[in-house]
């Protein structure tokens, strides 16, 4: 599996190194060859698990791309980002990482809610 930072300028290493108030949420893009679509969803699944188990882990979401496209983006709402870098962290996990498809390049990121006035809250 590739790592490809959604935005190059500041990627995950570096937003795991900060500290934030508040939630945070992991968006992160998964793009890989159509024949490991079954395999990436196993994956996938076992990850979503272990996360699940971790202390401060609120909710995930896997979305599909329309169409052919063998796109798929994970939300993953966390309480801190201390959090998610414990879990994300963790050698247990790091070592599930293997179990993707070679062609799988994933763009981790993280963000937080933003409050606009009358459209949505944070």
Same mark, same amino acid.
């Given at each position: 599996?590739?790592?490809? !930072?959604?935005?190059?300028?500041? !990627?995950?290493?570096?937003?795991?190194?900060?500290? *934030?108030?508040? &939630? *945070?949420? $992991?968006?992160?893009?998964?793009?890989?060859? &159509?024949?490991? #679509?079954?395999?990436? $969803?196993?994956?996938?699944?076992?990850?979503?698990?272990?996360?699940?188990?971790?202390?401060?882990?609120?909710?995930?979401?896997?979305?599909?791309?329309?169409?052919?496209?063998?796109?798929?983006?994970?939300?993953? %709402?966390? #309480?801190? $980002? #201390?959090? +998610?870098?414990?879990?994300?962290?963790? !050698? #247990? +996990?790091?070592?599930?990482?293997?179990?993707?498809?070679?062609?799988?390049?994933?763009?981790?990121?993280?963000?937080?809610? *933003?409050? *606009?006035?009358?459209?949505? %809250?944070?």
């Amino acid at each position: 599996m590739q790592m490809q !930072p959604l935005d190059p300028a500041f !990627p995950i290493q570096q937003q795991l190194t900060l500290t *934030v108030d508040g &939630p *945070v949420v $992991l968006v992160n893009l998964f793009r890989l060859d &159509p024949a490991d #679509e079954a395999a990436f $969803l196993d994956a996938w699944a076992v990850d979503a698990a272990y996360m699940k188990g971790r202390s401060g882990f609120i909710s995930t979401q896997l979305h599909r791309a329309v169409g052919n496209s063998p796109a798929y983006l994970n939300q993953a %709402v966390w #309480e801190t $980002l #201390e959090a +998610f870098r414990a879990a994300f962290g963790n !050698p #247990e +996990f790091q070592a599930k990482l293997a179990d993707y498809p070679a062609s799988a390049v994933i763009a981790p990121h993280l963000f937080q809610r *933003v409050s *606009v006035p009358g459209i949505c %809250v944070a």
